[in-house]
């Protein structure tokens, strides 16, 4: 969509006025339906040019440099398009320096990251505005940008209780706005990049200093400003912190349940490993290359050789016929395997499984379980915030199914301590969880 579209694009907050005279008051959808909310179509200052060379990136950390107060920033990754989940666009804006769009692909040495230290040298301590920093952070720091301190919109809104938490809700809630969201699942590794998407980009970071003063004072009334600041903390400590790797990922391969032998079971763990290795190889998302309903159709094919699998539609058109000799090459290893080693078809149970399995040979563990869920329902409703973000279910399941020893409040904050629950969230719940705990001993 163009910004030259006849709409009005007001009203538009203003980075250059102080936050007091912000032409748009906190709103809430409620007294306003969003069809009757005004559009944002386009930046208060025009849409910036793409910084994708080196003197054009110079010129942007001098200006950041030169800004005032938080820096909104916010990525553009290539999910569903790309197997790499790095940002392929950046964009920034701070008081006193303008909006950025930052190309770092453009910037990297062949086949690496870019390295953007100094754009983060530049920005100094300087707060981060987020929406959604857990999706965010990853590819950030893997280029150098590291924060000192973050304010989360999205994850404020959580502890705040708000039904609707994304951008454009609370730009509605906030500003009065309504934001176009529809190139969110574009594919950004596309260049060039469309003027439409461009304007979109530029958008994302427009409102952030005006929803992050807003918000900040909503979290102050509500008593939970420290709450936020050690969860932001929080966030800022784990940032580049490596997942721990999903153990048999290939079980998650949509219509695995169609599967009813270890052999077919074989032949998808065989299909998914090879399409995984030529995605990784080719930075393409793994569905582009092979759909899992092809998997699964291959592996419950009756007779299925290395020699027929050509035959089968799904691995002659498209992008995996490039692949051909590759997939038969993993039908042709199940067919040499001894069936001693095809997977089993339940997974190993590892850790305490699911509390709704715990009834049947864990009856002790499951009433905790229940008395604790209902302890920690009735927090989460009297604080107004959803239940995950009161205390991660992992950890308060893990209390349910062994209870510290001698069972008290300080023994489960303890416990609750090691698991990285953070100090507002341990002081809610030790003592209705003790309790919950200690009326099924």
């Not at 300080?410 to 969230?425: I, K, N």
Request: charged share 25%; glycine share 6%.
């Amino acid at each position: 969509m163009s910004p030259t579209d006849g709409d009005p694009a007001l009203p538009h907050p203003t980075d250059a006025d102080p936050p007091s005279s912000v032409e748009h008051p906190t709103l809430d959808t409620a007294t306003l339906p969003e069809e009757e909310l005004p559009v944002l179509r386009a930046p208060k200052d025009g849409v910036p040019v793409v910084s994708d060379t080196q003197a054009a990136y110079e010129e942007l950390v001098a200006a950041l440099a030169a800004g005032e107060g938080p820096v909104g920033i916010d990525t553009e990754r290539a999910h569903g398009f790309r197997y790499s989940p790095k940002a392929w666009l950046i964009q920034l804006r701070r008081r006193g320096s303008g909006t950025f769009l930052l190309d770092p692909d453009a910037l990297a040495p062949a086949d690496e990251l870019a390295d953007l230290s100094a754009l983060r040298e530049a920005i100094g301590d300087a707060e981060w505005i987020i929406h959604a920093a857990s999706q965010d952070l990853p590819c950030l720091v893997e280029v150098g940008l590291r924060p000192s301190t973050i304010f989360d919109t999205e994850l404020a809104g959580r502890l705040l209780g708000y039904p609707r938490v994304s951008l454009g809700a609370m730009a509605e809630r906030f500003c009065g706005v309504h934001l176009l969201k529809e190139h969110s699942a574009a594919d950004w590794s596309t260049r060039p990049l469309p003027e439409d998407w461009l304007v979109y980009a530029a958008l994302d970071v427009e409102l952030l200093r005006d929803l992050r003063d807003a918000i900040a004072e909503e979290l102050r009334i509500a008593g939970k400003d420290e709450w936020a600041r050690q969860e932001f903390a929080y966030l800022v400590q784990e940032a580049g912190t490596p997942k721990t790797p999903r153990e048999e990922p290939w079980r998650r391969v949509s219509g695995i349940h169609d599967i009813r032998s270890r052999r077919e079971l074989a032949l998808v763990r065989e299909l998914w490993q090879t399409r995984e290795a030529i995605a990784a190889r080719r930075d393409k998302a793994p569905g582009r290359l092979l759909n899992d309903r092809v998997i699964i159709a291959a592996a419950t094919r009756k007779g299925l050789t290395a020699g027929t699998v050509g035959e089968m539609s799904g691995f002659h058109k498209g992008v995996a016929k490039r692949y051909l000799n590759d997939w038969s090459d993993a039908v042709r290893r199940v067919e040499a395997m001894d069936p001693t080693d095809y997977p089993a078809l339940r997974p190993p149970r590892r850790g305490n499984g699911a509390p709704r399995t715990w009834q049947g040979h864990h009856p002790e563990a499951y009433a905790r379980f229940m008395a604790a869920r209902e302890a920690m329902n009735k927090l989460a409703e009297e604080h107004q915030l959803p239940p995950e973000n009161l205390l991660t279910p992992d950890t308060w399941h893990r209390l349910c199914w062994e209870p510290p020893t001698p069972l008290s409040p300080a023994t489960v904050e303890e416990h609750l301590a090691a698991a990285g629950a953070r100090p507002w969230q341990r002081d809610l719940v030790r003592d209705a969880l003790a309790q919950a705990l200690a009326t099924t001993a």
